[in-house]
């Protein structure tokens, strides 16, 4: 059983956030909410969301189903950030010059499934 998270068009750059993407891909989902909560980056809260998203959706799944859900036999399976649109914006300057300002959104994805062996 797989169950799948999406952020999008969050305020993060993209490079920003792989750098915690990459901290918890292949972690079981328990361990990894614990590194996301302690990890000081300002990255981490998305990126925490959208897990915690997709262990959600996989205890509805679960349900829906009639299986047995246990938090703890849950692994990241994939993660990956997306760059997202980015929103231009500029800043007066003196003499009608303007500086142009870029602010780049992330799309966040996490997949989570269940461990091999564990039913």
């Given at each position: 059983?797989?169950?799948?998270?999406?952020?999008?068009?969050?305020?993060?750059?993209?490079?920003?956030?792989?750098?915690?993407?990459?901290?918890?891909?292949?972690?079981?989902?328990?361990?990894?909410?614990?590194?996301?909560?302690?990890?000081?980056?300002?990255a981490s809260l998305p990126v925490r969301k959208?897990?915690?998203?997709?262990?959600?959706?996989?205890?509805?799944?679960?349900?829906?189903?009639?299986?047995?859900?246990?938090?703890?036999?849950?692994?990241?399976?994939?993660?990956?950030?997306?760059?997202?649109?980015?929103?231009?914006?500029?800043?007066a300057r003196a003499q009608g010059r303007a500086?142009?300002?870029?602010?780049?959104?992330?799309?966040?994805?996490?997949?989570?499934?269940?461990?091999?062996?564990?039913?």
């Open positions: 059983m797989e169950a799948k998270a999406i952020a999008r068009h969050v305020r993060v750059t993209p490079r920003k956030a792989r750098r915690m993407v990459d901290l918890i891909r292949g972690k079981r989902a328990s361990e990894a909410i614990t590194i996301l909560k302690f990890a000081p980056q300002d959208v897990l915690e998203s997709a262990i959600a959706n996989a205890r509805v799944k679960a349900e829906k189903a009639g299986e047995p859900f246990r938090e703890q036999d849950l692994v990241i399976k994939e993660t990956y950030v997306d760059e997202g649109v980015t929103l231009k914006r500029f800043r500086a142009r300002i870029n602010k780049r959104t992330s799309h966040i994805t996490v997949i989570v499934s269940l461990k091999e062996g564990a039913r």
